[in-house]
Nanobody, 124 residues
């Protein structure tokens, strides 16, 4: 079992930055693919970014490329999402997810564990 707890969300002005954190429990954190997803009001949850267990591979959704950076700290069992140049359309609940099986993915259905989410609100 893996438990995920997100933090770092908040209210920020457009153009600002935030760093989201996701703390994981469990002994095999380094073997999990970790992902970030988001759900805006009235919309379906969508993929944001993912990182492989070794951090050698990352993947980003097109709307966030160049602005978002995913990283992980194995020792701290934490995955981060650095968000720069925030836009009002980035407003959403951001979820952290863990995938036990090998292979980075943007598909929500293949992730096994989910956090409770952290709210990011961007004002214009």
């Amino acid at each position: 079992q893996v438990q995920l707890v997100e933090s770092g969300g908040g209210l920020v002005q457009a153009g600002g930055s935030l760093r989201l954190s996701c703390a994981a429990s469990g002994r095999t954190f380094s073997s999990y693919v970790m992902g970030w997803f988001r759900q805006a009001p009235g919309k379906e949850r969508e993929f944001v970014a993912a990182i492989s267990g070794s951090s050698s591979t990352t993947r980003y959704a097109d709307p966030v490329k160049g602005r978002f950076t995913i990283s992980r700290d194995i020792a701290k069992k934490t995955v981060y999402l650095q968000i720069n140049s925030l836009k009002p359309e980035d407003t959403a609940v951001y979820y952290c997810a863990a995938k036990a099986r090998y292979g980075i993915s943007s598909l929500e259905r293949v992730y096994d564990y989910w956090g409770q989410g952290t709210q990011v609100t961007v004002s214009s």
